[in-house]
């Protein structure tokens, strides 16, 4: 079945290095991702998306690479700060819903933690 | 403020006891979600509903029930079915298929 994973389940950066958060996917037909960022306690907050047409997108900080070949995607987080310490979600538009909506499939999680 | 409202943030109940969450939004958005989260592990879905007096079981219906009778509204009720209801409820809403959902701050719905 279609699964959504990611390779580790915690990472430690020190303040002002970049991060990479790295996530795999198995549905060779989805075509819509999104990273998600999760503070404890809270629901999650929509950090950046991509669409299967594309390999590349920036945000502010944040730059999302999708390598459809291996079926990974990736999130960068340029000099990571103290109040990126949160736990990242991947999911991927894994379909079954027709017309409007979609069924996102999440990963785990990868719990990033950001040391002074 | 446009967003999407939970409420309570805590709820604590009794075995087999019927318990329901409430979700609402202002987005005008005509898809909405339930999610389940359990400590340290990602979002399972357990309903959806694309638009009003329609809905879908999800991966963990089991237990579960909602209605969809306004755009706004999306409430979940947790039944005395649910084998193990103690989590983490995120409601989502979106408003369509290739974009992304809008999460509430989640209910902690604890039963002992």
């Known amino acids: 079945g279609e699964s959504v994973g990611l390779h580790l389940p915690t990472l430690s950066v020190q303040e002002g290095d970049n991060s990479i958060i790295n996530c795999a996917y198995s549905?060779?037909?989805?075509?819509?991702f999104i990273w998600y960022k999760q503070e404890s306690g809270k629901g999650p907050q929509f950090i950046i998306d991509i669409r299967s047409n594309m390999d590349k997108r920036q945000g502010q900080r944040v730059t999302v690479l999708l390598n459809k070949t291996v079926k990974h995607l990736s999130l960068q987080i340029a000099a990571t700060q103290p109040g990126d310490s949160a736990v990242y979600f991947c999911a991927e538009n894994s379909g079954g819903v027709t017309g409007g909506g979609n069924k996102l499939t999440f990963g785990t999680g990868t719990q990033l933690k950001v040391e002074l | 403020d446009g967003g999407i409202t939970q409420s309570p943030k805590y709820l604590f109940r009794k075995e087999g006891q019927n318990v329901t969450l409430s979700c609402e939004q202002n987005?005008?958005?005509?898809?909405m979600y339930w999610y389940r989260q359990d400590p340290g592990q990602g979002l399972r879905l357990i309903y959806y509903?694309?638009?009003?007096?329609?809905?879908q079981k999800g991966d963990i219906a089991e237990g579960y029930s909602v209605s969809r009778e306004k755009k706004e509204s999306f409430p979940l009720t947790v039944t005395s079915a649910q084998k193990n209801p103690t989590a983490f409820y995120l409601c989502a809403s979106s408003i369509r298929r290739d974009s992304e959902q809008f999460f509430g701050p989640g209910t902690r719905l604890t039963v002992l």
């Open positions: 549905n060779s037909a989805s075509d819509y």
């Open positions: 509903s694309q638009i009003v007096n329609d809905f």
């Open positions: 987005l005008n958005h005509d898809a």
